[in-house]
């Protein structure tokens, strides 16, 4: 008999949660009985009473961590007999974590294979402390277990289980914009990314992208949009695209079948007069790219995005001659940078015409190289409690007056509305000067949302809708959130390391017995 499994999603109103819908679909196809529940508007813990999970799943980012562990905490009190099981981004790079009371277990890396492992294991009562990919909490310790091969045959994974997501809330079903992935991997160790911290966990395997093959991709795509309204599509893996033989593939594929304009992430200084050609030609209607900084001292020693502007700059201009969109992402306040060093980035997104040039706050997470890099020198305590689940807000590195951190923030919310009207220029320079306000970021998310339903992912949004994306605007949502608690104390447990001898299968532990102090 399966067991019962709860995904917990906070703002589960935005884009849909894929990693966390990936390993649904995985148990899934185990036997394991898999429900969301969102947290805006519910009684998180009263979802558990009804449906006594064995299981109550987390995905977290930083920030967004301490979130789920205060209501991790909470639930356990509601129920005790289950297990509070949390992965994503936080856990695969901070894996101390675990030591937050509350927390059963962590998964780091890709989730699908340890979470159907632990489930079945749990199902048919056998030993799940010794599983890969997985640190688990038992009888006042912690198993620390070494990481797994990857997945290389991406196709073999189930679809996301969308539907789930629609049992749940309907007009999730509704929303004419759906995401996706066609790849995992990246081989560029930029410092402010996730990708080299999966290479410290996985090995030079992560840098070996895995690329779904072009018809398993589309057959998602025919599958989602027969099930409700699709107007643009997203995907959003790190780069989308590396050959242009696989782009072909895919473009008379997606041509054919699905034929709607396409958003999707690239590398500005790759784009060959081929590749945007191909792009154009199979539908892509919006590229989201990197131009970081205009520094290219800061871009290459400090960002590490081994990187040279003229091939990005030039990139750039084969994509607007194609006639795509082109949404630019930009850092400010980087380690090392100068409010003048942002003023020249806002400058050359100017001077390129970007379409919409995105902005945010260099932000340390753990197990980042600029993480390492703040605090090697002196821009950051190393304290990652610190960091919001918002990298629009402020900034928690340290700057060399407070008046710059000041300037650099309000420059942050007027950014891509300046870069889009350039004659604003000499006022925004104005206005970074005053204290920081709601009315630039309001102003911020107002531009953003007008752009984003306008211009880089066009669609029609029904007027329910148009109403929550305004009200949000102004920070009101629908539904009060009952499920924020304290952060919960944190716990000094032995970890045990098992990885530090051959595999042990389940239901055994030698390791244990080696390892026990």
């Given at each position: 008999?399966?067991?019962?499994?709860?995904?917990?999603?906070k703002?589960?109103?935005g884009?849909?949660?894929?990693?966390a819908?990936?390993?649904?679909?995985?148990?899934?196809?185990?036997?394991h009985?898999?429900?969301?529940?969102?947290?805006?508007?519910n009684?998180v813990?009263?979802?558990?009473?009804?449906?006594?999970?064995?299981?109550?799943?987390?995905?977290a980012?930083?920030?967004?961590?301490?979130?789920?562990?205060?209501?991790?905490?909470?639930?356990?009190?509601?129920?005790?007999d289950?297990?509070?099981?949390?992965?994503?981004?936080?856990?695969?790079?901070?894996?101390?974590?675990?030591?937050?009371?509350?927390?059963?277990i962590?998964?780091?890396?890709?989730g699908?294979d340890?979470?159907?492992?632990?489930?079945?294991?749990?199902?048919a009562?056998?030993?799940?402390?010794?599983?890969?990919?997985?640190?688990?909490?038992?009888?006042g310790?912690?198993y620390?277990?070494?990481?797994r091969?990857?997945?290389?045959?991406?196709?073999?994974?189930?679809?996301?289980?969308?539907?789930?997501?629609?049992?749940?809330?309907?007009?999730?079903?509704?929303?004419?914009?759906?995401?996706?992935?066609?790849?995992?991997?990246?081989?560029?160790?930029?410092?402010?990314?996730?990708?080299?911290?999966?290479?410290d966990h996985?090995?030079?395997?992560?840098k070996?992208?895995?690329?779904?093959?072009?018809?398993?991709?589309?057959?998602e795509?025919?599958?989602?949009?027969s099930?409700?309204?699709l107007?643009?599509?997203?995907?959003?893996?790190?780069?989308f695209?590396?050959?242009?033989a696989?782009?072909?593939?895919?473009?008379?594929?997606?041509?054919?079948e699905i034929?709607?304009?396409?958003?999707c992430?690239?590398?500005?200084?790759m784009?060959?007069?081929?590749?945007?050609?191909l792009?154009?030609?199979?539908?892509?209607?919006?590229?989201?790219?990197?131009?970081?900084?205009?520094?290219?001292?800061?871009?290459?020693?400090?960002?590490?995005?081994?990187?040279?502007?003229?091939?990005?700059?030039?990139?750039?201009?084969?994509?607007?001659?194609?006639g795509?969109?082109?949404?630019?992402?930009?850092?400010?306040?980087?380690?090392?940078?100068?409010?003048?060093?942002?003023?020249?980035?806002?400058?050359?997104?100017i001077?390129?015409?970007?379409d919409?040039?995105?902005?945010?706050?260099c932000?340390?997470y753990?197990?980042?190289?600029?993480?390492?890099?703040?605090?090697?020198?002196?821009?950051?305590?190393?304290?990652?409690?610190?960091?919001?689940d918002?990298?629009?807000t402020d900034?928690?590195?340290?700057?060399?007056?407070?008046?710059?951190?000041?300037?650099?923030?309000?420059?942050?919310?007027?950014?891509?509305?300046?870069a889009?009207?350039?004659?604003l220029?000499p006022?925004?320079?104005?206005?970074?000067?005053?204290?920081?306000?709601?009315?630039?970021?309001?102003?911020?998310?107002?531009?953003?949302?007008?752009c984003?339903?306008?211009?880089?992912?066009?669609?029609?949004?029904?007027?329910?809708q148009?109403?929550?994306?305004?009200?949000?605007?102004?920070?009101?949502?629908?539904?009060?959130?009952?499920?924020?608690?304290?952060?919960?104390?944190?716990?000094?447990?032995?970890v045990?390391?098992p990885?530090?001898?051959?595999p042990?299968?389940?239901?055994?532990?030698?390791?244990?017995?080696?390892?026990?102090?």
């Amino acid at each position: 008999m399966g067991l019962k499994v709860l995904f917990v999603v906070k703002e589960i109103e935005g884009a849909e949660p894929l990693g966390a819908l990936y390993v649904a679909g995985c148990l899934a196809q185990a036997g394991h009985e898999c429900r969301f529940v969102g947290t805006r508007g519910n009684d998180v813990a009263e979802e558990v009473r009804r449906f006594r999970p064995h299981v109550v799943a987390f995905g977290a980012t930083t920030g967004l961590h301490r979130y789920y562990l205060g209501l991790a905490a909470h639930i356990k009190e509601v129920h005790p007999d289950c297990l509070t099981l949390m992965g994503g981004p936080h856990p695969t790079y901070f894996p101390e974590v675990i030591q937050t009371r509350g927390l059963d277990i962590i998964c780091r890396g890709e989730g699908e294979d340890a979470t159907v492992e632990l489930c079945d294991a749990l199902a048919a009562g056998k030993d799940h402390r010794f599983i890969a990919d997985l640190w688990v909490k038992h009888d006042g310790r912690i198993y620390k277990n070494p990481p797994r091969p990857l997945r290389r045959d991406l196709d073999d994974i189930p679809f996301p289980p969308r539907e789930l997501l629609y049992q749940y809330d309907d007009s999730l079903r509704l929303r004419p914009l759906k995401s996706f992935t066609t790849n995992r991997g990246c081989p560029f160790p930029c410092s402010y990314c996730f990708n080299p911290s999966l290479v410290d966990h996985y090995g030079a395997s992560w840098k070996k992208v895995r690329i779904r093959s072009p018809e398993n991709v589309v057959r998602e795509l025919a599958h989602v949009r027969s099930h409700g309204p699709l107007h643009v599509i997203g995907f959003r893996e790190s780069i989308f695209v590396y050959s242009t033989a696989w782009l072909r593939a895919f473009g008379e594929l997606y041509r054919r079948e699905i034929g709607l304009p396409y958003y999707c992430h690239v590398r500005g200084d790759m784009m060959t007069e081929e590749m945007v050609e191909l792009l154009a030609w199979s539908g892509c209607h919006t590229v989201n790219l990197g131009i970081e900084t205009a520094n290219e001292r800061l871009a290459n020693e400090v960002l590490r995005r081994q990187i040279k502007m003229d091939k990005l700059i030039a990139g750039i201009k084969r994509l607007k001659k194609a006639g795509i969109v082109v949404f630019a992402d930009n850092i400010l306040g980087i380690p090392g940078g100068t409010l003048a060093d942002d003023l020249a980035t806002l400058q050359l997104n100017i001077d390129l015409d970007v379409d919409y040039a995105a902005a945010t706050l260099c932000t340390p997470y753990p197990g980042t190289g600029i993480a390492k890099y703040a605090v090697d020198n002196g821009y950051f305590s190393g304290d990652f409690d610190l960091i919001d689940d918002s990298y629009y807000t402020d900034s928690v590195l340290q700057f060399s007056s407070p008046e710059e951190k000041r300037q650099i923030e309000n420059l942050h919310k007027l950014f891509a509305v300046t870069a889009a009207i350039p004659a604003l220029l000499p006022l925004t320079k104005q206005l970074i000067k005053l204290p920081p306000n709601d009315w630039f970021y309001s102003a911020f998310r107002a531009w953003y949302y007008i752009c984003h339903i306008t211009d880089v992912m066009p669609r029609r949004p029904n007027l329910e809708q148009m109403k929550e994306g305004l009200l949000s605007i102004f920070g009101i949502y629908r539904g009060f959130d009952r499920n924020r608690f304290d952060l919960p104390a944190t716990e000094e447990l032995p970890v045990l390391d098992p990885g530090a001898s051959p595999p042990v299968r389940l239901g055994t532990h030698p390791r244990e017995v080696a390892h026990a102090p």
